[in-house]
């Protein structure tokens, strides 16, 4: 009895600890979306150069996650967290330094790979913890993620009105890295040994074994691409687009809002959990062309809203559904999710960035709706090649 109640205490703050993470790294992300713009005025330099910026963090999230995911399997996900969250800290400072585009970039890249480690190993911890609540944990974290990135412009864009420039969301994040870094040397961490096996519906229902695990690596990237693209270039619609810069970044709190309510709200309800990624994957396709072609503020607004919404609880369910089928190698399965994640970051702003600067915005947009249904397509062939058992979150 006092095992399974330290156990629970353990499991408590650990999603604690994983929630405080999450949501430094959400104001980084948000944070830097509402930078983008003033550092591309200050350092002059258009929507192929935003893309540009963008992908830097996304290619070291890419490139460290799947590094580190692997060590963290041989010498201790507990180990590798603390390394990855100091590679945070040590970015988020190099990007105050004063000076060129190319050490703002290095500051940019040492931050990304250490966020795409903290948050894919964050996720193999929850999973290992206990496997058949994972669903429910991984929401919880992403809704604190949603919430901190809520938060970002509302605090930066603050903060830039009064004087401050568009470093403040690094300071911040280096600042509020300190506490949290001590509680992560503090807390012990479960034993890949100690899974919670899950539960046999979950370890049956929609997993169709290793071999169908590509639609979930696929999907993560086109969801990630198309997530980056709305929040990245957000800033550039409402002032280029619509004429509304005042606008940018109450919309990117609202999406980030609408996401993040979403995303709690999935982590307490009965789904089956690959036919909301699908009607999810659809709606943002739908959501997407329509933004594309409007240029009503109002209507932009409702869009981006409907957009976060239906975007919050993908990555949570893609991510659980591909570790849990995964328990002896958590670490890799979370890194190579995450690998995806940043390669889709990555790659897409530069491809909307290009399109944006040679075509439109509108034409950009219309391509992330072709994702959204790529992916749509992909979890449907999954579906019917697994007969249709679902992954189920399960109310305990």
């Known amino acids: 009895m006092n095992r399974e109640k330290g156990k629970k205490r353990a499991g408590r703050a650990l999603l604690l600890l994983c929630a405080g993470l999450l949501f430094t790294l959400g104001f980084e992300s948000a944070g830097y979306q509402t930078a983008v713009v003033p550092i591309s005025q200050q350092f002059r330099f258009g ?19 799947f590094l580190l995911g692997r060590l963290a399997d041989r010498v ?41 480690a903290v948050e894919g190993l964050s996720n193999a911890v929850l999973v290992d913890h206990d496997a058949a609540r994972a669903d429910r944990a991984l929401n919880v974290t992403q809704f604190a993620f949603s919430i901190g990135a809520f938060v970002s412009p509302i605090v930066c864009s603050a903060a830039m009105e009064r004087g401050a420039d568009w470093r403040v969301p690094f300071l911040l994040c280096a600042a509020a890295g300190i506490p949290l870094f001590a509680a992560l040397l503090r807390l012990p961490f479960p034993r890949a040994q100690e899974v919670t096996a899950p539960a046999p519906a979950a370890q049956s229902g929609g997993q169709g074994g290793t071999r169908w695990l590509l639609p979930l690596v696929v999907s993560i990237f086109f969801y990630v691409g198309n997530e980056i693209g709305i929040s990245y270039f957000n800033g550039v619609f409402f002032t280029e687009v619509l004429r509304r810069p ?15 309510v979403s995303r709690l709200i999935f982590g307490f309800v009965r789904v089956d959990a690959e036919r909301v990624i699908r009607v999810c994957q659809l709606v943002m396709a ?45 670490g890799t399965m979370s890194g190579v999710m995450t690998l995806s994640s940043g390669f889709g970051g990555a790659v897409v702003p530069l491809l909307f960035g290009a399109l944006s600067e040679r075509v439109s915005l509108g034409a950009s947009y219309l391509t992330l709706s072709a994702f959204s249904l790529l992916g749509f397509a992909l979890m449907a062939l999954r579906a019917r090649k697994t007969r249709g058992k679902p992954v189920c979150l399960r109310k305990r």
Request: hydrophobic share 60%; proline share 3%.
């Open 286 to 330: 739908i959501s997407l062309a329509l933004l594309a072609c409007t240029r009503d503020v109002l209507t932009a607004l409702a869009l981006t809203a409907v957009l976060g919404a239906a975007a919050g609880p993908v990555w949570p369910l893609l991510v659980s559904a591909a570790v849990r089928s995964c328990p002896g190698a958590s």
């Open 246 to 260: 005042d606008c940018g970044a109450a919309a990117l709190s609202l999406f980030w809002l609408s996401m993040g």
């Open 47 to 65: 929507a192929a150069g935003i893309g540009r910026i963008v992908s830097v963090q996304y290619f070291s999230m890419m490139l460290f996650s």
């Open 76 to 116: 201790g996900k507990k180990t590798v967290m603390i390394l990855a969250m100091l590679l945070f800290m040590l970015g988020c400072g190099v990007t105050l330094i004063p000076g060129t585009l190319g050490l703002l970039s290095f500051g940019i890249f040492l931050a990304g790979g250490g966020f795409g």
